[in-house]
C-alpha cells in the first residue's frame, strides 16, 4: 500500500517539526482533527493559526520506500481543520438539543 507522508510546518518557528502517514488527504484532516480533540496538549492542538499541513511524499508499506516530493506541496492550514471540527461538534450539538459549553479543547 502507498501512504502519503504529511509534514505540520509551523510558520512561526519556520520548521517542519512533525511528521505523519495517511492514505489521502481526507485521512490526514482526520488525524489532525484527532489531534485538535485531544485533551492533552500536543503539537497540534497549541496555535493553529501558525500551522499548516504539507504532504512531501510517498512511503510504499510493501517495499519500505519512500519517494520524496521536489519541495512540499501545501494541503490545508490546521486552522481551517480546527475551524471544520468546531462547526461539526455544535451541530451535532444543536441537533441533540445540548447547549454548547465554553472553553471546549479545540475551541482555545
Known amino acids: 500500500m502507498k501512504l502519503n507522508v504529511y509534514v505540520l510546518y509551523d510558520r512561526i518557528a519556520c520548521e517542519f517539526p512533525f511528521t505523519f502517514k495517511a492514505k489521502n488527504d481526507d485521512m490526514a484532516k482526520r488525524v489532525c482533527m484527532s489531534a485538535l480533540l485531544s485533551k492533552e496538549q500536543n503539537i497540534m492542538n497549541e496555535d493553529t493559526d501558525d500551522k499548516d499541513i504539507y504532504i512531501t511524499g510517498i512511503f510504499d508499506t510493501e517495499t519500505g520506500t519512500l519517494t ?5 506541496e501545501f494541503i490545508f492550514h490546521l486552522a481551517e481543520v480546527r475551524a471544520e ?3 461539526k461538534i455544535r451541530a451535532s450539538k444543536a441537533a441533540a438539543g445540548v447547549p454548547s459549553e465554553e472553553g471546549e479543547k479545540a475551541d482555545e
Do not use: F, Y
Not at 68 to 72: A, F, I, T, Y
Open 68 to 72: 520524496g516530493k521536489e519541495r512540499p
Open 85 to 87: 471540527l468546531l462547526a
